[in-house]
């Protein structure tokens, strides 16, 4: 497939796409029925729909009955955790299998043409990116996910918050289904921007951007403190009358759904004509270039109502680049000033 016809090259061989990102439709007035349509359609397949099942499945066939989830225990504890990093070692690993050990298609539609395996540092665990973000999920953010999962599971098998039943609350249980990717662009955008302050960028997110160029491994690679801010937002189902399989759910789109902003390709090719959507472009910039794109795809664009929003367009880099160049004279001048 030529990646060509959907966007540009530039001299370093680095992909961009020509269409810019968007906010959500319906921010937009008058509303469009059938853009509004296309956006609904994106938006629930495949990603979100695939969340849920795999949050189907693990209520079906993984978390433990009621009466033992009552009591917190390291058995089954230990359990989840090992399904969470079997489930994770197959999807992401199966990426970083196909489109970064084996290169089915290349460079083609990948943001930075370079790979991570072709540039050692020393800014990761034995000079290695993939080996650095494998262990540090594996390790930390996943064992913190576990810990989410267990505790929010053992609320619910309690009675400590309210536990909405499908049959009595359908409607108010599927609002919440589909708000759940917005809870978690919102709950995203709060802690990034947090962690963006200098001394918890220092001590604590400097870990994730190490990986200026992610790849999948680069997901979940994170400092503990951020790892359990990050998957966290399950916790704000503790707050809202809600139910086990849609708190499930709301997690599941922080850990399986971390891989969208650093596949680093814009596009999978599963076969010759089909393509898969990776919706990682805005975090893509977000690693590019540190201070823009803090939340997610738009859906709840607080980026752009608060001018850290870059569309991936000239006008985008400009308006960036402008930013940029007034917080550094406000930095001269409270050094002069202090002078």
Same mark, same amino acid.
Not at 1 to 20: E, N
Not at 269 to 293: G, M, P
Not at 330 to 339: E, H, I, Y
């Given at each position: 497939?030529?990646?060509?016809?959907?966007?540009?090259?530039?001299?370093?061989?680095? $992909?961009? @796409?020509?269409?810019?990102l968007?906010?959500a439709?319906f921010?937009?007035?008058?509303?469009?029925?059938g853009?509004?349509l296309? $956006?609904?359609l994106?938006?629930v $397949?495949?990603?979100?729909?695939?969340?849920?099942?795999t949050?189907?499945?693990? $209520?079906?066939?993984?978390v433990?009955?009621?009466?033992?989830?009552?009591? &917190?225990?390291?058995?089954?504890?230990l359990?989840?955790?090992?399904?969470?990093?079997?489930?994770?070692?197959?999807?992401?690993?199966?990426?970083?299998?196909?489109?970064?050990?084996?290169?089915?298609?290349?460079?083609?539609?990948?943001? =930075?043409?370079?790979?991570p395996?072709? =540039?050692?540092s020393?800014?990761?665990?034995?000079?290695? *990116?993939?080996?650095?973000?494998?262990?540090?999920?594996?390790?930390?953010?996943?064992?913190?996910?576990?810990?989410?999962?267990? &505790?929010?599971?053992?609320?619910?098998?309690?009675g400590?918050?309210?536990?909405?039943?499908?049959?009595?609350? @359908?409607?108010?249980?599927?609002?919440l289904?589909?708000?759940?990717?917005?809870?978690?662009?919102?709950?995203?955008?709060?802690?990034?921007?947090?962690?963006?302050s200098?001394?918890?960028?220092?001590?604590?997110?400097?870990?994730?951007? =190490?990986?200026i160029?992610?790849? @999948?491994?680069?997901?979940?690679?994170?400092?503990?403190?951020?790892?359990f801010?990050?998957?966290?937002?399950?916790?704000?189902?503790?707050?809202?009358?809600?139910?086990?399989?849609?708190?499930?759910f709301?997690?599941?789109?922080?850990?399986?759904?971390?891989?969208?902003?650093?596949?680093?390709?814009?596009?999978?090719?599963?076969?010759?004509?089909?393509?898969?959507?990776?919706?990682?472009?805005?975090?893509?910039?977000?690693?590019?270039?540190?201070?823009? =794109?803090?939340?997610?795809?738009?859906?709840i @664009?607080l980026?752009?109502?608060?001018?850290?929003?870059?569309?991936?367009?000239?006008?985008?880099?400009?308006?960036?680049n402008?930013?940029?160049? *007034?917080k550094?004279e406000?930095?001269?001048?409270?050094?002069?000033?202090?002078?």
């Open positions: 497939m030529d990646d060509l016809l959907y966007g540009t090259r530039d001299k370093r061989g680095d $992909w961009r @796409p020509r269409k810019r968007e906010v439709p921010w937009d007035w008058p509303l469009s029925p853009k509004l296309r $956006w609904f994106g938006y $397949w495949p990603w979100n729909a695939f969340h849920m099942a949050a189907l499945l693990y $209520w079906c066939f993984v433990p009955d009621i009466e033992t989830m009552k009591v &917190l225990s390291i058995g089954w504890a359990w989840l955790y090992a399904v969470n990093a079997a489930a994770i070692f197959t999807m992401y690993g199966a990426v970083e299998l196909f489109y970064y050990v084996r290169r089915k298609q290349g460079s083609r539609f990948k943001y =930075n043409t370079r790979f395996s072709e =540039n050692p020393d800014v990761f665990w034995f000079k290695s *990116q993939n080996i650095d973000n494998f262990l540090r999920s594996f390790l930390i953010s996943i064992p913190a996910w576990t810990v989410v999962e267990v &505790l929010m599971l053992w609320c619910f098998a309690n400590f918050v309210p536990w909405l039943s499908w049959a009595d609350h @359908p409607l108010c249980l599927l609002f289904v589909l708000a759940a990717p917005m809870i978690h662009e919102v709950h995203f955008f709060l802690i990034h921007r947090a962690l963006h200098p001394l918890l960028y220092k001590w604590v997110h400097a870990v994730h951007h =190490n990986s160029n992610p790849s @999948p491994w680069s997901s979940l690679s994170m400092h503990p403190v951020e790892a801010a990050y998957h966290a937002v399950a916790l704000w189902h503790l707050l809202l009358p809600s139910n086990p399989v849609v708190a499930l709301q997690l599941h789109v922080a850990g399986f759904g971390a891989i969208n902003g650093h596949i680093g390709f814009d596009k999978l090719e599963l076969t010759d004509e089909a393509t898969l959507d990776s919706h990682a472009y805005a975090h893509y910039l977000h690693h590019r270039y540190f201070e823009v =794109n803090y939340g997610g795809d738009g859906v @664009p980026d752009k109502w608060l001018g850290t929003w870059h569309d991936g367009s000239a006008e985008g880099e400009a308006m960036m402008e930013r940029f160049r *007034q550094r406000r930095l001269n001048a409270g050094n002069t000033s202090r002078n």
